[in-house]
C-alpha cells in the first residue's frame, strides 16, 4: 500500500467553480500535512498546511482533515485559470515526507 | 522566494565527469532534504538530513553522494552518473516555527536543478 495516495486526475473544472482533490495516508501517527502546488517545470510551492482534524480555510483554498480516516482534502473556491497546476499531498511523520503522486487540475475558461 | 536557493540550476553533464549540486538555506531551519523528480513520477525522496546528521538514505545507487558541512549548506555530489539519472533534483528545508503555544513545522522547497545527463 502506498503511504500516500491522491485521487487520480486529471482533474478538469470550469472557471469559477470548485475543484475538490483527496488525499488518503497510511501512516496514522502522522502529524502534519500539507498540500503544494506545482507548475510545469517548476519546484513545489506550500499553499496550505493542517494539523489538527476539521477545516482550515486559507482565501479561495479550504483543506479538511480527519484523523480517524486518515484522509486530507483540498477544496479550490471560484477555481481560476491561473490554479492549473499539479497539487501534491504531502504527510509528515517526524522528519520525514511522503508525497502523493500529485492530481493534475486544469481550469477551463 | 522560499528562502531555499540551488545552484546550477541546469546542469548538462556527460556520464564520465563528476558534479556537484549545492543547496543553501539561512531559514535557521535544521532539517534538509534531496528529492529526485523525474517526468510524469512522484517525488522520491533521497536523503535526509537532520542537525547535519544523515538520518535516512533511500536505498540511492552510491553515485550519488551527500554532503551536509553545517545546517545551512547541503551538497550533492554526482559521478559516474547514468543517463535515466536525468531529472529535477529538489532540495527542501524544514523549520521550526512558533505559532501561538504550539510548534509548527514549515517547509520550503528551492528552485530545484533540472539535470541532463548524456
Known amino acids: 500500500q502506498k503511504e500516500v495516495e491522491q485521487n487520480s486526475g486529471p482533474l478538469s473544472v470550469p472557471e469559477g467553480a470548485i475543484a475538490s482533490l483527496n488525499c488518503t495516508y497510511s501512516d496514522r501517527v502522522s502529524q502534519s500535512f500539507f498540500w503544494y502546488r506545482q507548475y510545469s517545470g517548476k519546484s513545489p510551492e506550500l499553499i496550505m498546511s493542517i494539523y489538527s482534524n476539521g477545516d482550515k480555510e486559507d482565501g479561495r483554498f479550504t483543506a479538511q482533515l480527519n484523523k480517524a480516516s486518515q484522509y486530507v482534502s483540498l477544496l479550490i473556491r471560484d477555481s481560476q485559470p491561473s490554479d492549473s497546476a499539479t497539487y501534491l499531498c504531502?504527510?509528515?511523520?517526524?522528519?520525514?515526507?511522503?508525497f502523493g503522486a500529485g492530481t493534475t487540475v486544469t481550469v477551463r475558461a | 522566494e522560499t528562502g531555499v536557493t540551488q545552484t546550477p540550476r541546469h546542469l548538462v553533464m556527460g556520464m564520465t565527469n563528476k558534479k556537484s549540486l549545492k543547496c543553501e538555506q539561512h531559514l535557521g531551519h535544521n532539517a534538509m532534504y534531496w528529492y529526485k523528480q523525474s517526468a510524469k513520477k512522484p517525488l522520491e525522496l533521497m536523503f535526509v538530513y537532520s542537525l547535519e546528521e544523515r538520518v535516512e538514505n533511500n536505498s540511492v545507487p552510491s553515485r550519488f553522494s551527500p554532503e551536509c558541512p553545517n545546517s545551512s549548506h547541503l551538497f550533492l555530489h554526482l559521478h559516474t552518473l547514468q543517463p535515466e539519472d536525468s531529472a529535477l533534483y529538489l532540495c527542501a528545508s524544514i523549520g521550526r516555527r512558533r505559532a501561538r503555544l504550539l510548534e509548527r513545522e514549515t517547509q520550503y522547497f528551492g528552485p530545484g536543478t533540472r539535470l541532463l545527463v548524456l
Open positions: 504531502a504527510v509528515k511523520n517526524d522528519y520525514k515526507l511522503s
